[in-house]
């Protein structure tokens, strides 16, 4: 297992510490609409597992690409998943969207969202 350590400097004084706040609706689809890369993370029989993505936001919906659905085949049947998005704009400024819900794949011939491919 990987065990990962980050070190940051400390702040000289609490107005130099990070501000944490929930992001607004309109501002979540701005982060979204200005990126490209998410990573979906979904369980699995004990196992988390998280995947990178390429999307696109468009309409309130999520649409990624991949070359094929691997292991996101598997999780038709459960469905719920993560994506996370994460937008950086300099050391400490930083945002990320979070969405909770279920999955559809669709195939390249395919206009409609199904849960099947």
């Not at 696109?56 to 094929?68: E, K, L, M, P, Q």
């Not at 704009?89 to 409609?112: A, F, K, Y």
């Amino acid at each position: 297992m990987l065990a990962a350590m980050a070190a940051f400097p400390v702040p000289d004084s609490p107005q130099d510490l990070p501000l944490f706040r929930t992001l607004p609706l309109p501002e979540c689809a701005e982060v979204l609409g200005r990126n490209s890369v998410g990573r979906i993370a979904f369980s699995l029989h004990d196992d988390v597992s998280i995947v990178p993505v390429h999307y696109v936001y468009t309409d309130g919906w999520v649409y990624g690409r991949t070359a094929s659905p691997g292991r996101l085949r598997d999780i038709v049947g459960n469905r719920r998943i993560a994506f996370e998005v994460d937008e950086h704009n300099e050391p400490m400024q930083c945002r990320s969207v979070v969405i909770h819900g279920p999955l559809d794949l669709i195939g390249p011939e395919s206009n409609e969202r199904t849960g099947t491919l």
